[in-house]
Each structure stands twice: as structure tokens, then as C-alpha cells.
């Protein structure tokens, strides 16, 4: 951060005596003067005590800075009350008075109370300002100290003095880190690189939710937010051409794509980022892993000789409820490892050049992969990628519906997707409320593949938009767009082979729950005849009567019966014919496709 131009300091004060010549008061100035005079700062001091014309025209023209105050001074000091008034009025106004408040007071003193009641008014103005407009937020300070002495007020001014310097530090380096935030998404989206920029905040806003649900504290998450948003600042010196490379990078490539946190580090080395210091460790150590395999240097997320086993009890124990107290035990910075999980999930779920778009199931799954303490070879004590406590927050917030990843799929996934025509899109949810899902049934593999397929062809047109007529390129790209799209049309051959497949299978279930039905059938038969013939064994058995043999009398509802099981045998008869000819149907037109196109039946 450079150099700061000269700041003035416009400090209030009730001074001891009312004299401003008295040898105390010019003593304490003096002192004070002493105390802040520096190439970048400079002190002016008004006495509230000041009665004169001069005094009531600097209290009305002079932007304070600080104001030290005792008791006594806001309980009978008319300058003071009026102040107070002003200020408030400039607030309700929309002002920022942009002032700190330094209070003395004995105490013993009967006023305390009137005191911080005054105080916390104007906290709550300054409250309600910062809420409405976003304005930086007034800092209020209670110092109790006995205002007799000259000692305490040097103190007072002392802790004035940097309290208002560390205010006016951490402002700045806010804004640099934004400015630095801001200048990386322009120089990508002036290239035409609109995934890097999007994925600089959808990482922010996934390590925000992880952190939250471990409960860092307000500055950490401060902290952890500005530095996920500038964790790829050093890729502002990767080659364009490969950021957006369509497809995988060679090892020579990847080996660029990995210098890009060595050119950052270099980058960020000359700014001061003052309380947002852990900024620098996020941007040197996101891709660092907890086993020591990351790079630039082989960071590990535990120290040398953990007892591992007992750490996996306690992750089993905990059940996903880890807290910041359970993670930074290591080399790697507690900030980075949580930036380091929520860059890798979004990475998961699209890396719009690479195709590599994964389902929840997929990325649940790697989660548990890469998130677990396993032995591992000689050189290393174990195998985990992503810290195994921070793996499993994630996990569970992912199961109780406390974050849906695919709000943060990139854009051009969303809208390919709403293009599908071989795998029918996903419905979204209308009017949803909190922890419902963004779409009504989870995204299958082949909806996404069709959607990578869309969104290379999408990216294509959009660079031949791009190029001026005649440009060469125009050819070459032409020639990607028409090969992707052939990529499309074997996915729809193969969709649709796996769609007649899975009709085959349910025929052949069909066919085999009617052949059970069938043999079931001829049991039946089977023993109907056993008793027939049983009947007739009887019928001889019995001495014939003289004259006429009476005729055999058969029950209507046997003959019923025996009729109704031969129409069933006739027609599972028939319709045995009709599912082989089908059956026969289908082999013919599969041998027929499979001539036709040999290099489709691979799958």
C-alpha cells in the first residue's frame, strides 16, 4: 500500500483549566503535539472550555475527528451538547461526521449512567446510518480515567490516535482488496473469460456458508470473504488462450495453470492488508492439500505424527459439527483449507471449458473420497485431499438441505440446460422457499453431458460472434462447433440404444413373469386331470347297476372351470407369439443398426 497523504486530526477537548494560558493546559497541548506530530499526521486541538468567538467558529466549521470529553464537560458544556446536536442532525441528514468518540470520566461520577446513555443513542443513529446507506460505522469509545491529571489525557489522545489509524487502515486495505477484486473480473471479461469472474464469487459465497455453519467470527468471516474473492488474482497472468481452452490441459499446461498462485503471491507481497493480513494465506495456500500433496509447497493440514485414528474417531464423533476450533492444526491457514473445499466444489460442479460437470450424488461422493484419513505409501503418513472436517460439514449441510449446490453451478450450465432437447431439462422449482431444492428432481449424469456438449457449442458461437469477418479462426471454430455437434448426435444414438435396451429388459421381464404364469397355468390343467382320472378309477371301481348305465353326471361349475382354464391357456398361447415376434422385431433392427453404425455399440 503506498504512501498515505497527510492526515489531520481535529481534536475536542475540555481541557483542566479555562484559561488557555494557563501553564497546565499548554503543557498537556504541548504534550500532545509531541505525541502526534509526524510526517502523516497533524494535530489541531479545540477547547471546549473555550468560551470565545473563535472557539464557537471552529466547533462550527471544523470537521472533529476525535472528541475527548469528560462528564462534567457533556453535562454542562453548551459547545458539547450543541455538538452532539449537529452531529446527530448531520446523520439524519445523511452526513458522515466521521467521528470518534474518546469519553473520560471519573468512575465514581454520579453522571456514568447519563453518559453511556448519550453514547448509546448515538450509537444507534450510527447504527441505523451504517444499515441504510452503508456508510462506515462511527467509533464510540469509553475510556474511564480521572481527568484531573495531565497523564490521562495524553493517554486518552494516545488510544484517540490509533483507534482512529487503525479505523483509517482497515478502510483502505478493504478498498484495495475490492479494487484488486474488481480489476481481475474486468480483465477477464474483457477477454471474454466470463467463467473466471463467476467463479471467484460463487467460491466466496460457498466458503461463506461453510464458515458460517462452523460459526467463525464476524472479522474471520470478513476476512475469509475478501480473500475468496481474490483467491485466483494471480490467473490476471495466465495466457487468456489457456484460461479458456476447451478441453483438459497437457501437463505442460497444467504446470502454467499452477504458477498462477506463485505470481499472486509475488503480486499481494507489497500490500499492507493490515487486520485482513490472513488474506495473503488464502491466496498462497487454496490449493495446498491436507495430506501435503497440494502445491506451491506442500503444506499439511496436520502436524507430523497426529494420531491419526484418534482423529477419525472424533470426525465420526462430531458428525459433521466441526467448528474453526477443529481444523488449522497444521501448516495450512483455517481460512485457506475452508477456500480450498468451496473452489473445488464449484470447480465440480462446471468447468465450463473442461466438460467435467458432476451431479450432487458425484460431488457427495468425492467429498467422502477426498475427505478421508487413508493409509497411504511410504513417502507419505496418509491420503486426504480436502480437510476431513470441513469435508463434512459440507456433507451434512448438503443432506439437511442447508445449501443447494446447484444455485451455484455457473450460469451457462443453467441456461444450456433449459436448452436440452435429447434429455428433458429439469424443472425448477417456482416460488421456492427456504431449503427447497432449485429443481424438482435431482440432475442425472446424461443431462449434464448433454449440457456440456450445449455449452461448448454456445461458448463457440459466441467467439465467432466476436471475430471480425474473413478472421481465419472463424474456419477452425466452425469445424468445433460441427464435431461437438456430432458428439451431440452420437449422445442421442446412445441414449436412445439405452432407451431400447431398457424397453428390451422390460419386455424379457414381461416374458418371463407370462412363462410363470403359463407353467402355472398347466399345473392347474395338470391336476385337473389327476382328478378327472381319479373320478373314472372311482366310477369303475362301482358295481354296474341292471339295465341302463346311468350317464355320468358332471357339475356345471366344473365344466365352468375347465373352460375358463383352456380360453387362459390360449391366450398366454398367443400372446407367447406375439412378444417373440417382437422380440424378433428388436434383434432385427439392432443388427441392422449395429451395421450401419458399428462404432455406436461400444456402450
Do not use: W
Amino acid at each position: 500500500m503506498g504512501h498515505n497523504p497527510k492526515k489531520t486530526f481535529v481534536i475536542g477537548t475540555a481541557l483542566p483549566s479555562n484559561n488557555p494560558n494557563d501553564l497546565r493546559s499548554q503543557t498537556i497541548i504541548d504534550e500532545l503535539h509531541s505525541q502526534f506530530d509526524s510526517s502523516d499526521l497533524e494535530l489541531i486541538i479545540l477547547d471546549f472550555n473555550d468560551i470565545t468567538e473563535s472557539a464557537r467558529e471552529n466547533f462550527a466549521t471544523n470537521k472533529l475527528d476525535i472528541i475527548i470529553a469528560d462528564t462534567e464537560a457533556y453535562n454542562s458544556n453548551p459547545y458539547v451538547l450543541q455538538l452532539i446536536e449537529n452531529i446527530k442532525e448531520d446523520i439524519n441528514n445523511g452526513i458522515d461526521p466521521n467521528l470518534t468518540f474518546i469519553h473520560t470520566y471519573d468512575e465514581t461520577s454520579s453522571s456514568e449512567d447519563k453518559l453511556i446513555e448519550i453514547t448509546n443513542k448515538l450509537a444507534e443513529l450510527v447504527k441505523k446510518k451504517d444499515e441504510d446507506e452503508g456508510k462506515d460505522e462511527i467509533g464510540i469509545g469509553l475510556v474511564p480515567c480521572d481527568i484531573s491529571d495531565s497523564d490521562s489525557y495524553i493517554r486518552v489522545a494516545i488510544s484517540a490516535k490509533t483507534l482512529a489509524t487503525e479505523k483509517e487502515r482497515t478502510l483502505l486495505a478493504e478498498k484495495e482488496i475490492i479494487d484488486l477484486s474488481t480489476k481481475v473480473k474486468d480483465k477477464m471479461n474483457e477477454h471474454e473469460d466470463s467463467y473466471t469472474p463467476e467463479h471467484l464469487d460463487r467460491t466466496c459465497e460457498i466458503a461463506v456458508k461453510i464458515a458460517e455453519q462452523m460459526g467463525l467470527s464476524d472479522s474471520d468471516l470478513k476476512t475469509l470473504s475478501l480473500g475468496a474473492s481474490i483467491h485466483d488474482l494471480g490467473k490476471e497472468f495466465i495466457s487468456v488462450d489457456l484460461l479458456r481452452k476447451i478441453g483438459k490441459p497437457t501437463p505442460e499446461e497444467r504446470e502454467e495453470l499452477e504458477s498462477h498462485v506463485i505470481y499472486a503471491e509475488a503480486d499481494i507481497s507489497k500490500y499492507d492488508f493490515g487486520e485482513f493480513e490472513k488474506i495473503k494465506n488464502i491466496i498462497a495456500q487454496h490449493h495446498e492439500r491436507c495430506d501435503g500433496g497440494g502445491y506451491p509447497r506442500g503444506l499439511s493440514g496436520f502436524p507430523k505424527g497426529t494420531n491419526l485414528e484418534e482423529e477419525k474417531e472424533k470426525i465420526e464423533e462430531i458428525n459433521g459439527n466441526a467448528t474453526i476450533a477443529d481444523i488449522g492444526k497444521g501448516d495450512i491457514d483455517p481460512l485457506a483449507e475452508i477456500v480450498q473445499v468451496a473452489d473445488s466444489v464449484h470447480a465440480m460442479l462446471g468447468r465450463i471449458y473442461h466438460d467435467e460437470f458432476k451431479t450432487i450424488e458425484d460431488i457427495k461422493q468425492e467429498l467422502i473420497d477426498y475427505g478421508s484419513i487413508e493409509p497411504a505409501e511410504k513417502e507419505k503418513e496418509f491420503t486426504c485431499q480436502f480437510n476431513p472436517y470441513i469435508a463434512n460439514v459440507l456433507l451434512r449441510m448438503i443432506e439437511k438441505n442447508l445449501i443447494d449446490l446447484e444455485e451455484y453451478r455457473p450460469q451457462a450450465i443453467k441456461d444450456a440446460l433449459k436448452q436440452n432437447t435429447i434429455t428433458s431439462p429439469p424443472k425448477e422449482n417456482e416460488d421456492r422457499k427456504e431449503n427447497e431444492p432449485m429443481y424438482e428432481a435431482p440432475l442425472t449424469r446424461e443431462q449434464l453431458k448433454e449440457a456440456a456438449l450445449t455449452v461448448r457449442i454456445n461458448e463457440f458461437e459466441a467467439r465467432i460472434s466476436n471475430l471480425q469477418e474473413g478472421d481465419p479462426k472463424t474456419k477452425e471454430l466452425q469445424k468445433e462447433i460441427e464435431k461437438t455437434r456430432e458428439e451431440k448426435n452420437k449422445l442421442e444414438k446412445e441414449i436412445e440404444i439405452e432407451k431400447l435396451k431398457k424397453e428390451k429388459n422390460e419386455l424379457k421381464k414381461e416374458i418371463e413373469k407370462l412363462k410363470e404364469e403359463k407353467n402355472e397355468l398347466k399345473k392347474e390343467i395338470e391336476k385337473l386331470k389327476e382328478e378327472e382320472n381319479e373320478l373314472k378309477k372311482e366310477e369303475e371301481i362301482e358295481e354296474p347297476k341292471e339295465g341302463k348305465p346311468e350317464p355320468i353326471k358332471i357339475k356345471k361349475e366344473d365344466v365352468q372351470v375347465v373352460a375358463e382354464q383352456s380360453d387362459s391357456i390360449a391366450i398366454s398361447i398367443r400372446v407367447g407369439k406375439e412378444i417373440k415376434e417382437i422380440v424378433h422385431s428388436q434383434s432385427l433392427e439392432s443388427s441392422e443398426h449395429d451395421k450401419k453404425s458399428p462404432e455406436e455399440t461400444t456402450h
